[in-house]
């Protein structure tokens, strides 16, 4: 059944629909929409985790039949997800966008020898996808731009005609996911590093003059003959999207299968020595950022000096207590630093820019500090390693200079 189910999906029906000879009397186009509820997979920073069960999932899309058999459809989904009560609080936006496969399976296994209000599809495909952390990370913009790979199946009950009910459950595999959901930290996987599924429920609606649509179309089923030599297509395809060595290079496409493990890779999988100097400037100039921070020693001392200096801090919008995006890798600095220090304790210090009352800009700048140690804390920090005060107004620079006050709005880490 699992190869049926694949390989209904992955093969679009050119060849069957050349094969398949019909008046096509029959509407091809429908409409869909749906809601339900997100389920997030892995991915979560320590000590955030996200409301199951909870309404937060909208999906629409448009889909074309080519024959009764096989189509092709279009989906955008707008997800949302929160903290529970025993997570540290966040909010997350998660936009999709799909072209998928579609395979009706009704027609393909013959449902109209038992029913004719029932019937399924089973879709596969690929996308993009933009998370974008609200809170207490605002990512802003686009986001955390990250590609995916989606696959489903939908149950349809008949109302009429024009009308059918549908349940769907969908998941993602996420390729290169940057960040955590909560937004709060990177992540350094490579390959398919992240997951979410949704579930949902809705409505299709036929599109076309005809009386019935491809979906409910049946005709004699495809051969065995047809079958087996399908079978063998996805056959090839599953073992061609295999990753044996983990780099994140697909085997068919890997020059180097056997790359060992934590070795960083070009597009065809080939290793990337940095001391036989053939890797790419752009990587280069990233590796040799990574290896200072961490320091000679792997002690952080590089970051130690940094923080000391006042080059890492965390950066926020005007009048926001949401960090900017970029400020979480000073964040992710400063808990590689204390987890690998254990006797370190850090005090975090709010600042605002000159512009407002000075009294609001004081309650401004420990709530910027309040929200950062928050952030650490999740992390799994321990609280009395932490602490945080309200610096108030930073009037060191011209308040006139909008690119001067950018750098007031700020926390800073002081080392104890």
């Known amino acids: 059944m699992r190869k049926l189910l694949l390989l209904t999906i992955l093969i679009v029906g ?5 094969q398949e000879k019909s008046n ?6 429908s409409l869909e929409a749906a809601a339900g509820m997100p389920i997030a997979g892995t991915n979560f920073a320590k000590h955030y985790s996200y409301k199951n069960n909870t309404f937060g999932s909208y999906q629409l899309g448009v889909r074309y039949m080519m024959n009764n058999y096989f189509g092709m459809k279009m989906n955008f989904g707008y997800n949302t997800m929160e903290g529970t009560s025993y997570s540290a609080p966040f909010k997350t936006e998660y936009i999709t966008g799909t072209l998928e496969g579609v395979a009706n399976m009704g027609a393909v296994l013959n449902f ?5 209000t029932l019937n399924a599809l089973v879709h596969l495909g690929a996308g993009y ?9 605002d990512f802003g913009g686009l986001g955390d731009q990250i590609f995916i790979i989606s696959a489903g199946i939908t149950p349809q009950v008949k109302l009429s005609n024009r009308v059918v009910l549908t349940a769907d459950y969908t998941l993602m595999g996420l390729m290169r996911m940057h960040n955590t959901w909560d937004g709060t930290q990177t992540t350094n996987k ?24 491809a979906d409910w179309v049946r005709h004699e089923g495809v051969t065995e003959d047809k079958f087996a030599d399908l079978e063998a297509r996805v056959a090839k395809i599953e073992t061609d999207l295999l990753d044996s060595d983990g780099d994140g290079v697909a085997d068919y496409l890997d020059q180097e299968p056997n790359t060992p493990a934590g070795m960083y890779v070009d597009t065809k999988g080939r290793s990337l020595d940095t001391n036989n100097n053939n890797i790419p400037d752009y990587m280069e100039e990233a ?5 200072a921070l961490k320091g000679e020693g792997g002690d952080g001392m590089i970051i130690k000096q940094l923080i000391d200096s ?17 400020s979480t890798h000073s964040m992710n600095y400063v808990i590689e630093f204390m987890n690998d220090n254990p006797d370190v304790n850090v005090e975090l210090v709010g600042y605002a820019d000159e512009i407002g009352n000075t009294n609001y800009n004081q309650r401004l700048s420990e709530r910027r500090a309040k929200v950062v140690h928050d952030v650490l804390l999740a992390s799994g ?18 308040k006139n200079s909008e690119i001067a006050r950018r750098m007031m709005r700020r926390v800073v880490f002081e080392l104890k």
Do not use: C, Q
């Not at 490579?190 to 649509?213: E, P, W």
């Open 129 to 137: 996808t933009l998370l974008r952390p609200k809170e207490p990370v």
């Open 112 to 116: 109209d020898s038992w029913t004719n």
């Open 14 to 18: 050119s060849s069957v629909y050349a």
């Open 310 to 326: 006042g080059l890492i801090n965390v950066y926020f919008p005007f009048d926001s207590t949401k960090p900017h995006a970029y």
């Open 381 to 398: 920090i321990s609280a009395n390693r932490l602490s945080y005060r309200g610096a108030g107004e930073d009037a060191s620079v011209d």
């Open 190 to 213: 490579r390959g398919m590093n992240g997951k979410f599924s949704t579930v949902t429920a809705g409505l299709t609606v036929y599109l076309g003059k005809h009386d019935v649509h």
């Open 287 to 291: 590796l040799d950022a990574r290896y």
């Open 24 to 29: 096509e009397e029959y509407n091809k186009w």
